[in-house]
């Protein structure tokens, strides 16, 4: 993810709670959720510089459960309300995460650096 990209979706993450074991990073966690959507590989094979597969796992079904993704996607998708993307069409409202998060990850790689 680009540092631009990631400025605009930062402040759309729920914060890091106190307590327990330390969250890992935001940013490695949603690169990894990016890889997985990108490659379709097994959660298993995800590369060590992702972190903990079962973090990303996790993460991604607890963001998908708070609406955390559907905030990043209705950010994403205010970038280019000037030049709307034919792939919005496909959305369907939050009700399918996977098609959430191809459309986040569709508009995340299409950014300007």
Request: proline share 8%; hydrophobic share 40%.
């Amino acid at each position: 993810m680009t540092d631009r990209a990631w400025v605009r979706i930062e402040p759309l993450l729920p914060p890091v709670v106190g307590r327990g074991r330390r969250w890992r990073d935001h940013r490695q966690v949603i690169n990894a959720i990016l890889w997985k959507l990108r490659t379709g590989a097994p959660w298993r094979d995800m590369p060590e510089r992702y972190g903990p597969w079962k973090t990303a796992h996790e993460r991604l079904r607890i963001w998908t459960a708070d609406g955390t993704w559907e905030r990043i996607l209705d950010e994403v998708q205010s970038i280019y309300l000037s030049d709307p993307m034919p792939w919005i069409v496909g959305y369907s409202g939050g009700k399918d995460s996977t098609a959430c998060l191809q459309l986040i990850w569709t508009a995340i790689s299409r950014l300007p650096t």
